[in-house]
């Protein structure tokens, strides 16, 4: 299974960049990189995924460390509706089991 | 319609009785997922289905039992449950299960009370 250390919680002000940080060092060469989000009361919803190069879409942006053994997801404008739970996990090749970590509560200040 | 419904939101039943959780998604997505999150847990996967058929029990005690009657619908019938038990039933899917590459869709979850 998957296995990623993400810091517990870290905080932010609104309109500012947050660059949550994520380490996968068991990542296998084919596994995809995913993040999701859990906003309170809600189930995970699915942010970006990658595999080797950075991505982005119109949510955040993905970082992949040209070793892989890390990642970063940057959200470029932190609104409060980005308070949640954010969860960077990897799956492929012989596991294509997402499993979740504790992930990185993000708080966001006005 | 990127939506997984799940119904019903909340659901509070008793040791002996026998009740179902549902799910479905009309996007046509070939793989569906049950997981259980307690609170301030991630979740944990429980099944996975692919195309109908079940691909992955992740060593589910038998009072859970999943079923996929067609492609847009999963079910969990629980019977017996123990008061431990109790927590947030999530239902996902996605294109595939393959390759670790597609996202998953969750649905909002069943809030699950064993009394």
């Excluded at chain 2, 996007?27 to 307690?38: D, F, I, P, V």
Aim: contains cysteine; hydrophobic residues 30%; glycine residues 6%.
């Amino acid at each position: 299974d998957a296995k990623t250390t993400q810091p517990n919680s870290m905080e932010s002000n609104e309109e500012e960049p947050v660059h949550l940080p994520c380490n996968h060092s068991t990542i296998s060469g084919t596994d995809y990189i995913h993040w999701y989000r859990q906003l309170p009361s809600q189930g995970p919803e699915y942010v970006i995924h990658g595999l080797t190069s950075n991505v982005n879409n119109r949510m955040a942006s993905l970082a992949i460390a040209e070793d892989r053994k890390s990642s970063t997801l940057i959200l470029h404008r932190a609104t409060l509706r980005d308070a949640a739970v954010y969860y960077c996990t990897h799956s492929g090749g012989s596991n294509y089991k997402l499993t979740f970590g504790k992930g990185t509560l993000l708080t966001v200040n006005p | 319609d990127t939506e997984v419904t799940q119904t019903p939101k909340h659901l509070v039943m008793g040791m002996t009785n026998k009740k179902s959780l549902k799910c479905e998604q009309h996007m046509g997505h070939r793989a569906m997922y049950w997981y259980k999150q307690k609170a301030k847990k991630p979740p944990e996967l429980m099944f996975v289905y692919s195309y109908e058929k079940l691909s992955i029990n992740e060593s589910v005690p038998s009072r859970f039992s999943p079923e996929c009657p067609n492609s847009s619908l999963l079910n969990l019938h629980l019977h017996a449950l123990q008061p431990e038990d109790s927590a947030l039933y999530l239902c996902a899917s996605s294109q595939a299960w393959v390759a670790g590459s597609y996202e998953q869709y969750f649905g909002p979850g069943t809030r699950l009370t064993v009394t």
